[in-house]
């Protein structure tokens, strides 16, 4: 059974951080793209990141470029999103997910498989 199971979220101040974290069991996740993807309260859930399963490049949405940053442990078969300078409008459900092979970075509809998601709040 394949399980992606995300940790890390929690409630930090504006200027904080938090490191996210999605653990795979079932799969091997060096086999995919992996993107993070969250949802605000009322709003639609987007892409925010992903990494590439072959060369690891990593894209991100221009929102979050240059605080957040993802990247990938084989060995530990998890993928983490490490989230600096976090805003209040950073605040949403975040969850990690697999890529087909073909679709976009923020394409959800190419996702396989989605954590359950890990709920991440900026506030003062």
């Known amino acids: 059974q394949v399980q992606l199971v995300e940790s890390g979220g929690g409630l930090v101040q504006p200027g904080g951080s938090l490191r996210l974290s999605c653990a795979a069991s079932?799969?091997?996740?060096?086999?995919?793209?992996i993107g993070w993807f969250r949802q605000a309260p009322g709003k639609e859930r987007e892409g925010v990141s992903c990494?590439?399963?072959?060369?690891?490049?990593?894209y991100y949405v221009d929102s979050v470029k240059g605080r957040f940053t993802i990247s990938r442990d084989n060995a530990k078969n998890t993928v983490y999103l490490q989230m600096n300078s976090l805003k209040p409008e950073d605040t949403a459900v975040y969850y990690c997910?697999?890529?087909?092979?073909?679709?976009?970075?923020?394409?959800?509809?190419?996702?396989?498989?989605w954590g359950q998601g890990t709920q991440v709040t900026v506030s003062s």
């Open positions: 990494i590439s399963k072959s060369d690891g490049n990593t």
């Open positions: 997910a697999t890529l087909r092979s073909g679709y976009g970075c923020y394409d959800a509809t190419g996702v396989d498989y």
């Open positions: 079932g799969l091997t996740l060096d086999y995919y793209a």
